[in-house]
């Protein structure tokens, strides 16, 4: 089995279609067939069902799918290792993050870090917390920075970076917008304006409703801080929101009322990697810049302590 093909492989999967993966991968569509075809022998299995417009894949290539992501992950962990040992970091750089995080600021991380190692290519996707860490299990990302509440998914370790509490936003006019501070039960009649489920800062919402046995009603779902904080000033509703996004230019006129105490959530914002392989150079080096000194130490280390292997 080649790593060529498992590349080929992994296009055809992701793109649906033969020829847009001969595409990406800048083959000929008949190289890329063989390829293909040959690792079905190898395998004793068929990968995909064929039609004319396009491709599914079959149990065996499901199962597949997530080795060859590993798979090809981890040689390309080999190869940066090599070019470490040389004095070089090179290679490519994939990073996922959900916006508006308030805690890191991405562009000047990134930036420094491509001063620094002009050789490394540097991809970065946004999306919610959930889809980053699932990318980060899959091996599709090499680091995100993520906000979830509770532990970790099964195959990712997630690094501390902040913890910020949870405060209401509503309009000025609202009735809300007199007190200071509430409680879960003041907010039972209202509707709110929330992100989608795979926030990080929605999950901490329905659980803390979830934990009070109470139903709330979302009436507008967002999927950017600005367009929600948008709703919220037209007073379509109230917003549960980490406190970063108070200080944001958009938020100014909205009346913060903090969470009573007993009921008061924290939004917590962490780097996410693998905890089934060890990061390559490059990923070091970001979590080198982007973390508090001593947060790289693993399970059953005390900060600070030399780890085995890059962590």
Aim: proline letters at 7%; hydrophobic letters at 45%; glycine letters at 8%.
């Amino acid at each position: 089995m080649e790593l060529r093909h498992l590349e080929y492989f992994v296009a055809v999967a992701e793109e649906r279609h033969f020829t847009r993966a001969a595409e990406r991968m800048r083959v000929a569509q008949s190289g890329l067939s063989a390829a293909i075809r040959t690792l079905e022998r190898d395998l004793d299995a068929e990968l995909f069902v064929r039609s004319t417009r396009r491709v599914e894949l079959t149990d065996a290539g499901r199962a597949l799918l997530a080795e060859a992501h590993r798979t090809l992950a981890s040689a390309t962990a080999a190869r940066n290792a090599v070019a470490a040992v040389r004095g070089l970091l090179r290679g490519s750089l994939t990073v996922g993050s959900e916006q508006c995080l308030g805690v890191i600021d991405l562009p000047p991380l990134l930036a420094s870090f491509r001063r620094a190692h002009p050789g490394v290519e540097i991809r970065l996707r946004y999306a919610g917390s959930g889809h980053v860490t699932e990318q980060i299990r899959l091996g599709r990302l090499n680091v995100g920075f993520v906000a979830l509440p509770g532990p970790p998914p099964d195959g990712v370790r997630l690094l501390p970076l902040a913890t910020e509490k949870m405060v209401l936003l509503c309009h000025p006019a609202h009735p809300l917008a007199e007190r200071d501070t509430v409680d879960v039960a003041a907010l039972l009649d209202e509707e709110f304006v929330d992100f989608s489920t795979d926030w990080g800062a929605r999950r901490v919402n329905d659980q803390t409703f979830a934990r009070a046995d109470a139903e709330r009603r979302v009436s507008v779902e967002v999927n950017d801080v600005h367009t929600l904080l948008d709703f919220v000033h037209q007073g379509l509703g109230v917003a549960l929101v980490p406190a970063p996004v108070t200080r944001k230019p958009h938020a100014n006129g909205l009346h913060v009322a903090a969470l009573a105490a007993q009921d008061g959530p924290t939004w917590q914002v962490s780097v996410a990697v693998s905890a089934s392989a060890p990061p390559g150079p490059a990923t070091t080096e970001l979590l080198r810049m982007a973390l508090p000194q001593g947060r790289l130490a693993g399970p059953g280390r005390a900060a600070g302590q030399p780890a085995a292997q890059p962590a």
